[in-house]
């Protein structure tokens, strides 16, 4: 007997996905992926100046905060030949890092730990074994017996209120858990110390950037002038600021995130059979050491895998328009050649043609247009992007810190590397890419002092940026190895004006819709034969879905169910 689960807002994830899933004989037989939010951004930036459309794109999402900003820039800088200073790369690269770094925490604690650890069974742990336990896998210094009696005290009070606050409306009890109520009481306490960690964290935005989110970039390099003696300049005192926050990033990675992840992980190898989905992996690249433009010196790698087959990584070019196509067959939207046409990034549209099921509707209408997200392809194949993408190529081009992390943690766990492809796998990508991240951004950190020591205070370059000394059209691509995956902007300049604009975020890729071939999208893909113990309480289908960390905040305007516009912003 078949049973359609519609899941409508998906919560602990940014944005609006509706996730609908026919589930038969206790597994997830066709899944279906809709973004219902309208991302329309690329309108508002056209006609504007390029070199102000970062701080446009900076505000498509809260929780990327700085990751679109920097793929505008480099958008721009990639089509006026701009070459930022070393100093610059830098102050990007730590950002980055430290973006990396919470959102990566943020997810694995606070968006998708509670798919695992059941909260009410905390209360039932003994805290003094649930401090020995967390004593043998960390030396992390809040692993007492008295923080953890204090916390479950606290969660007491909170069941015995009937106000769960953000514990509300969970699965809890439910048969997919699994841990011991000692682990799930490391795993509620490690959520609160994470919130109270990365408040902190974020600080470094605000040394280089002026603010957290949506620090400032600036086309052509950084706007945080260097002077060591200035009060009101990126000097001594914050740049010492800057390496402490790193130094605490990583020890909280390595003593907290790591063991969590581990000890989790364990308890549910199982899951590392479970929601494999396409096996076919996207990754542009980033983090160069000689720079972003020497795609050579990439930390992160670039390429694209095919069928599972780490034996052969194949190259990635974004200037090609036989690579990237987006399609609207599944769309909401409007394409000039017709709803099969498939267009380059440098050649897209984002005409609206809504067409579906006014809200509340039961089901969205499958056999037609059922999404806002469009449907892109890489030379033709469905792609997953994101943490495992990038730690499966690192590991198929054979480097050897990517082969470290990765070999260690299929030793301790005793699975085979086939688990990597996974939903357990997708996880685990992000806690050993986090580890990387944290050594390499201390690096970047310690090289910028290196620079500043022997005398290069150098921040921007500015040579090409009057618009007179600009061509009269020009085109550029900027792309992003985000926390979700690999983000490009790319932008058409014409007249010194934005002519036209297209991003094609992590979540398209992942999130998208059926193509004109019929063929499914990450999500989709992955949720194929999923065990669903409970249609009533889904929870399988959740650990999936937020494994990929879902974010569809890429919306700047809101409609009603009759199609009006509820608000537009002005900007003075």
Known sequence: ???????????????????????????????FSSGTMVRLIEEIVKGRDPRDVWAFVGRVCGVCTSIHSLASCRAVEDALDIVIPPNAELVRN??????????????????????????????????????????????????????????????????????????????????????????????????????????????????FGGKNPHPNYLVGGMACAINKDDASALNAERLAMVGRLLKEAKTFVNQVYIPDLLAIASYYKDWGAIGGGLGNFLVYGDLGRNGYRDPSSYQFPSGAILGKDLSKVHEVDLRNDEEIREYIHRSWYDYADGPEAGLHPWKGESTLNYTGPKPPYEHLEVEKEYSFLKTPRWKGHAMEVGPLARVLVGYAR?????????????????????????????????????????????????ELLTNIRNGDERMANMERFNPKEWPQTAQGVGHVEAPRGALGHWIVIEDEKTKNYQMVVPTTWNASPRDPEGKVSAYESSLMDTPV?????????????????PCMACAVHLYDEDGKQVNRVQVM
């Open 533 to 549: 113990a409970d249609p009533e309480q889904p929870v399988e289908i959740l650990r999936t879905v937020h494994s990929f960390d």
């Open 1 to 31: 007997m078949s049973k359609r689960i519609v899941i409508d807002p998906i919560t602990r994830i940014e944005g609006h996905l509706r996730i609908e899933a026919e589930v038969e004989n206790g597994k997830v037989k066709d899944a």
């Open 94 to 207: 730590i950002m980055f890092g430290v973006q990396y770094m919470h959102d990566h925490v943020v997810h694995f604690y606070h968006l998708h730990a509670l798919d695992w650890v059941d909260v009410v069974s905390a209360l039932k742990a003994d805290p003094k074994e649930a401090a020995a336990i967390a004593q043998r896998i960390s030396n992390y210094a809040g692993n007492s017996a008295g923080h953890f009696s204090d916390l479950q005290k606290r969660l007491t009070k909170f069941v015995e209120s009937g106000q769960l606050g953000i514990f509300a409306n969970g699965y809890w009890g439910h048969p997919a858990y699994k841990l011991p109520p000692e682990l799930n009481l490391i795993g509620v306490a490690h959520y609160l110390d994470a919130l109270e960690w990365q408040k902190e964290i974020v600080k470094v935005h605000t040394v």
């Open 398 to 446: 054979g480097r050897e810190d990517f082969k470290e992390v990765v070999d260690k943690t299929l030793q301790h766990l005793d699975v085979p590397a086939e688990a990597l492809f996974s939903t357990l796998g997708r996880t685990a990508a992000r806690g050993l890419e986090s580890i990387l991240v944290a050594d390499w951004t201390l690096e970047f950190y310690d």
